[in-house]
């Protein structure tokens, strides 16, 4: 029998998965806190894995961890290199989550333009029903998106915008496919950044933020920023300088540097910007697809048909790695 431990709450439909296997004895701890993964732990071959760190002593304390298998497709807090080191496989749920990242990031593209909240506050008790003569909101018909990093969210993102009539441009110097039909590949980002009026950002982290004040400064005025990959690939502090100097419309994030980000953070106080808890690929439906091939790949590991497509290694890390963008907790 081999023992899995789930750490982390788990859609019932791929708990379901693990225990048909018949060949598992499953250990299922709903808390995400470290303590209560740590603490059964030593006894795991497999390991499924939602949001918590998982890093070089952590892999130190599983002499009989075969698999870590990822409950999305981020591992920013996995020490995939202390993996790699013992031959323990990381996996991912491949493009599950792609459409459901892919419409958050186009919803916060609207929300932003639109302004919608201002427009919701002044709906509510103490709000200013006259706002609607601001004319404050913006349309998206007509104006140009760049996607930085266009592997599988990217691209659904880039299918949605051309149903709104959006111009969309592209950077991804990995890339080893051909864009979508009538996306048009930018070689540089300061480029495509001159040329925007939206920007929406689907690629892994990166060691700095790939929108510093310098990439802020080069956007059209009143762009829009959108950021539902990666917590740091947008410096948040310059993101918060340029929405309170009015060179930018508005911004929308759905990650951060720091999660929860504090409370006296700039960028909070901005009532241009929009944000959501690091929830982009939190829906219901996504939920159970992403635990079942979670579930699916521990399975298939132990039956030696694992698809070597979902499983990362070291050499992967960076901006290509995978090129599937978006964390999904």
Same mark, same amino acid.
């Given at each position: 029998?081999?023992?899995?431990?789930?750490?982390?709450?788990?859609?019932? +439909?791929?708990?379901?998965?693990?225990?048909?296997?018949?060949?598992?004895?499953?250990?299922?701890?709903?808390?995400?806190?470290?303590?209560?993964?740590?603490?059964?732990?030593?006894?795991?071959?497999?390991?499924?894995?939602?949001?918590?760190?998982?890093?070089?002593?952590?892999?130190?304390?599983?002499?009989?961890?075969?698999?870590?298998?990822?409950?999305?497709?981020?591992?920013?807090?996995?020490?995939?290199?202390?993996?790699?080191?013992?031959?323990?496989?990381?996996?991912?749920?491949?493009?599950?989550?792609?459409?459901?990242?892919?419409?958050?990031?186009?919803?916060?593209?609207?929300?932003?333009?639109?302004?919608?909240?201002?427009?919701?506050?002044?709906?509510?008790?103490?709000?200013?029903?006259?706002?609607?003569?601001?004319? %404050?909101?913006?349309?998206?018909?007509?104006?140009?998106?760049?996607?930085?990093?266009?592997?599988?969210?990217?691209?659904?993102?880039?299918?949605?915008?051309?149903?709104?009539?959006?111009?969309?441009?592209?950077?991804?110097?990995?890339?080893?496919?051909?864009?979508?039909?009538?996306?048009?590949?930018?070689?540089?980002?300061?480029?495509?950044?001159?040329?925007?009026?939206?920007?929406?950002?689907?690629?892994?982290?990166?060691?700095?933020?790939?929108?510093?004040?310098?990439?802020?400064?080069?956007?059209?005025?009143?762009?829009?920023?959108?950021?539902?990959?990666?917590?740091?690939?947008?410096?948040?502090?310059?993101?918060?300088? %340029?929405?309170? %100097?009015?060179?930018?419309?508005?911004?929308?994030?759905?990650?951060?540097?720091?999660?929860?980000?504090?409370?006296?953070?700039?960028?909070?106080?901005?009532?241009?910007?929009?944000?959501?808890?690091?929830?982009?690929?939190?829906?219901?439906?996504?939920?159970?697809?992403?635990?079942?091939?979670?579930?699916?790949?521990?399975?298939?590991?132990?039956?030696? +048909?694992?698809?070597? %497509?979902?499983?990362?290694?070291?050499?992967?890390?960076?901006?290509?790695?995978?090129?599937?963008?978006?964390?999904?907790?």
């Amino acid at each position: 029998m081999h023992r899995v431990l789930v750490a982390g709450k788990l859609h019932d +439909s791929g708990l379901a998965i693990l225990r048909a296997a018949g060949d598992i004895t499953l250990d299922y701890v709903e808390d995400l806190g470290a303590e209560a993964m740590l603490a059964r732990l030593p006894q795991a071959e497999a390991v499924l894995l939602r949001t918590q760190p998982f890093d070089a002593a952590t892999v130190a304390r599983a002499p009989a961890l075969k698999i870590v298998s990822r409950h999305g497709v981020g591992y920013d807090s996995v020490d995939v290199a202390a993996l790699t080191a013992r031959g323990i496989p990381l996996t991912i749920v491949g493009d599950v989550n792609a459409q459901t990242v892919a419409e958050h990031a186009m919803l916060l593209l609207m929300a932003a333009s639109r302004r919608l909240l201002a427009y919701d506050r002044a709906v509510r008790p103490g709000g200013d029903w006259n706002f609607r003569n601001s004319l %404050a909101a913006r349309e998206i018909c007509g104006k140009t998106l760049l996607i930085i990093g266009l592997g599988r969210i990217g691209r659904q993102l880039a299918r949605m915008a051309a149903g709104f009539s959006i111009r969309v441009l592209a950077y991804d110097p990995y890339l080893a496919t051909e864009p979508p039909e009538g996306v048009v590949m930018v070689a540089d980002l300061a480029e495509g950044l001159r040329a925007a009026d939206l920007v929406s950002l689907h690629m892994p982290r990166t060691d700095s933020p790939v929108l510093g004040a310098a990439e802020i400064a080069m956007l059209r005025p009143q762009a829009v920023i959108v950021n539902a990959a990666r917590g740091g690939a947008v410096d948040e502090d310059a993101l918060a300088s %340029a929405l309170s %100097a009015g060179r930018l419309h508005g911004a929308a994030l759905d990650v951060f540097e720091r999660e929860p980000p504090q409370p006296g953070a700039a960028i909070l106080a901005r009532s241009e910007a929009v944000f959501t808890p690091h929830s982009a690929s939190m829906t219901l439906e996504c939920a159970e697809r992403m635990a079942v091939m979670a579930a699916r790949n521990i399975v298939d590991f132990f039956r030696g +048909s694992l698809d070597p %497509a979902l499983v990362v290694n070291a050499a992967e890390i960076g901006f290509a790695a995978k090129q599937v963008g978006g964390d999904a907790a």
